[in-house]
């Protein structure tokens, strides 16, 4: 059941392509970045013990009646290689992430089958309409979803007894469906963009665990 509507196998397993599909590119980038990510801890820890050994040099130089001096630079130096090392991890970190975003949204893409996409517009139109809760919505997609969208319309309304007016300008996506009240006041965006973007904290916590994993 979804939202009181049943919904075909078919659908269902259309359905959960998108989230599916980022699933799976977190679970890759996880692997792939888990090897990248340990040579960058690995070259971070490597910086920081040349330089506390550096530092320790230096500050031996420093006569004895500078001991405060001599700690003080000690401490300058690592806490300069912490800063660097922390950079370092966090340019691999974001790396990573836009990495896997852009490996979700090309495979979102490449979903031409027309029977897997009407099940997955038809599963972001449910959502939004449940979003919405509104009896009259306005929807649009795609150039290239346009005619499936329009295949799935009549049946959706008939299950969640709304009735849904698609509007012929095409809105800027891969993949996904934009839904709005009639007045314009709700708006629901259920494009793959804005799905993906949501899992933007999820793929950065799971990168950066790897980090003190």
Request: proline content about 0%; hydrophobic content about 40%.
């Amino acid at each position: 059941m979804y939202g009181g509507v049943d919904v075909k196998t078919r659908d269902t397993l259309a359905s959960i392509t998108l989230d599916k599909v980022i699933n799976d590119v977190i679970k890759e980038a996880l692997s792939e970045y888990k090897t990248v990510l340990e040579k960058a801890k690995q070259e971070a820890y490597s910086t920081l013990e040349l330089n506390a050994q550096e530092a320790g040099k230096r500050a031996a130089e420093i006569a004895e009646d500078g001991r405060r001096r001599r700690e003080s630079l000690k401490q300058r130096i690592i806490s300069l290689a912490e800063i660097n090392a922390r950079n370092k991890s966090m340019e691999v970190l974001e790396d990573g992430i836009n990495s896997a975003i852009q490996e979700a949204l090309k495979r979102i893409e490449n979903i031409r089958d027309k029977k897997e996409l009407g099940g997955v517009l038809k599963n972001l139109l449910n959502e939004a309409i449940e979003a919405i809760q509104a009896k009259e919505i306005i929807v649009q997609t795609n150039s290239r979803s346009y005619e499936v969208l329009r295949d799935i319309v009549g049946e959706v309304q008939k299950e969640r007894g709304v009735k849904i007016t698609i509007d012929d300008a095409p809105v800027q996506t891969i993949c996904g469906v934009r839904v709005r009240s009639v007045d314009g006041r709700i708006v629901y965006d259920n494009t793959a963009e804005t799905r993906v973007a949501r899992f933007r904290q999820v793929i950065r916590r799971e990168l950066a665990s790897l980090f003190t994993g």
